[in-house]
């Protein structure tokens, strides 16, 4: 059984920083691993992706502060956020894909990637 379980969201000032966490268990290919973040009213998007490789993608929205990283050896996702705003306050998910796209923002699709974790909060005060 393939799970996904964040952690490290919580409320912070503008300007602050946060380290969002993904631990990936079963088995499950993590060829490309992403993160996605849900707004109230909005759709959820794609802000980060990871390859097998390490090459990375952003959304322009997030580009310049956000640094998605892994751990190959403890299977573990990571999202380094810094300078936030309040429009980054979001239910934040990690997720992995259920076939092969290549791992490129604008490439893959949310609907690609079929194994999510439940989410964690984020939410930026100004």
């Known amino acids: 059984q393939v799970q996904l379980a964040e952690s490290g969201g919580g409320s912070v000032q503008a300007g602050g920083s946060l380290i969002l966490s993904c631990v990936v268990s079963?088995?499950?290919?993590?060829?490309?691993m992403g993160w996605f973040r849900q707004a109230p009213g909005k759709e959820r998007e794609g802000i980060a992706f990871?390859?097998?490789?390490?090459?990375?993608t952003y959304a322009d929205s997030v580009k310049g502060r956000f640094t998605i990283s892994k751990d190959n050896v403890m299977n573990t996702l990571y999202l380094q956020m810094s300078d936030l705003k309040s429009e980054d306050t979001a239910m934040y998910h990690c997720?992995?894909?259920?076939?092969?796209?290549?791992?490129?923002?604008?490439?893959?699709?949310?609907?690609?990637?079929?194994?999510w974790g439940q989410g964690t909060q984020v939410t930026v005060s100004s």
């Open positions: 997720a992995v894909p259920d076939r092969w796209r290549v791992c490129y923002l604008g490439v893959i699709e949310r609907t690609d990637f079929g194994y």
């Open positions: 990871i390859d097998s490789d390490g090459g990375t």
């Open positions: 079963g088995n499950v290919s993590t060829y490309c």
